[in-house]
């Protein structure tokens, strides 16, 4: 079963990775999402983290969420993910 | 109607085998490559998708003189080649074909990919003939887009070596988006958008020039448009806003009464029924732009809240982002609903969306924030 703290780790690592700032694999849970401050995403890089998420845990979040309210900070979209996950 | 051709090189763009030809390269396929020109001359845009190491791309694009917009070398499955391909320029599976002289190939890109267009290259010298290669309507931006593409991919390959935000890139590169009020002259592109967006639109499907024309002459609408360029080159106008104030009428309304089939917002409130920008200008701050001058002058104006109109679809969860960017939020919560368009909506009081320092925004014509 994987636990909160791993989806977190997890989604670090594709943040450092789809924006090329290695700094965002050590963000913590309140980093905005979108927007200019915290990691920045754009509809982008966004669309990049959504689709990752997807094949790695299984959840279709921009199906799920009408609003992308869960896309508000690191630990809105870990939180989100581990209360939908599969199995 | 077909966006994007990916073509195969061994046999296929070049008359013989890259890797087994020595000393003398094989000399690029004529007819092929005439074929390909012509589609270019029609805004379609070429990648390549083969088995060779990245010098073989480099030597076929030397060769042809064809502005590529993506090419994919290795030895993996040419259907996730195929899907880089369509993941990188933001299209549709179904607005790209496939060309490869090996049957093999061809059915593996048929079997993983069933949207693709799959040809042999027999098949792909007729391509010019075929209606799917005769895009609808064709504008400047459209004539140029392979080039624009080519500049696309040298970008994304310097954004990749940068390292720091978006949005240093993007100062970096020396982007300017410039937002004005549209007029007559922007409206066949504006149409050209809503016919070949599919990520970018709020809208479900094509908006008539007519249409637009008869927006453009009322008081009531505001139709505001975004151009974009960098040091890499001008993409020129990539994207459009339409907004219903909801304020009287005047001059030409009723034509624009009549265009219009979206119940009128609340007093106080502006309606977006179509937000609409090109694939090609992804993740280059231009929706950020967009959105965040629609809000400045709405509420300059005086409304209270900004209201968008977007047919939910799996393929437009791009604009969704943005739209969630710049605070807009559906009126339920949980799971897209059905066909019919949700309601985002954002309240104008208090902090706006900031006008990032890359655009410059003129406001509406004769005097209106």
Known sequence: VTGEDEILAGLRDMLAGITGR???????????????????????????????????????????????DSLATLGTLAAFIAARLPG | VIKCVVWDIDNTLL??????????????????VEVARELDRRGIVHALASKNPPEAAAYVARVTQLPFAAAECGWG??????TRIIDGLGIGADTVAFV???LMERAEVAAGLP??????????????????????????????????????????????????SRDDFLRQAGTRVQIRPAVAADLPRLHELSVRTH???TAGGPVSEAGLAAWLSSGRYRLITARLSDRFGDDGLVGGVLADTGEPDTGEGTAA????????????????????????????????????????????????QLRVRCR??????????????????????????????????????????????????????????
């Open chain 1, 22 to 68: 290695p700094g965002l694999a050590a963000a913590p849970p309140p980093t905005a999402l979108l927007g200019p401050d915290g990691a920045g995403l754009d509809s982008l890089t966004g669309t990049l983290l959504l689709t990752e998420v997807q094949h790695r845990f299984g959840v279709d979040v921009a199906a799920e969420d009408l609003s992308l």
């Open chain 2, 15 to 32: 008359t013989g085998t890259y890797l087994e030809s020595g000393e003398q390269l094989p000399a690029p396929d004529a007819g092929l």
């Open chain 2, 77 to 82: 499955r040419k259907s996730e080649a195929v």
């Open chain 2, 100 to 102: 490869d002289d090996d």
């Open chain 2, 115 to 164: 949207g693709v267009l799959v040809l042999s290259p027999e098949d792909a010298a007729e391509a010019p003939d075929w209606p799917d290669f005769r895009p609808a309507v064709l504008t400047d931006e459209g004539r140029r887009r392979g080039r624009l593409y080519a500049q696309r991919r040298l970008r994304q390959e310097e954004a990749r070596a940068f390292g720091g």
């Open chain 2, 199 to 201: 990520q970018f639109t």
């Open chain 2, 257 to 304: 009464a009549a265009a219009g089939s979206w119940p009128a917002g609340p007093a106080g409130s502006w309606t977006v029924p179509l937000l609409v920008m090109s694939c090609r200008a992804m993740g280059r701050g231009v929706l950020d732009a967009l959105l965040a001058a629609l809000c400045q002058q709405a509420a300059a104006a005086g409304a209270t």
């Open chain 2, 312 to 369: 939910v679809t799996p393929r437009n969860v791009p604009l969704r982002l943005a739209l969630a960017a710049a605070g807009l939020r559906a009126a339920a919560a949980g799971r897209p609903a059905g066909a019919e368009p949700v309601l985002f909506t954002r309240s104008l009081s208090g902090v706006l969306p900031a006008i990032p320092d890359w655009a410059d925004v003129t406001g509406a014509a004769g005097g209106r924030p």
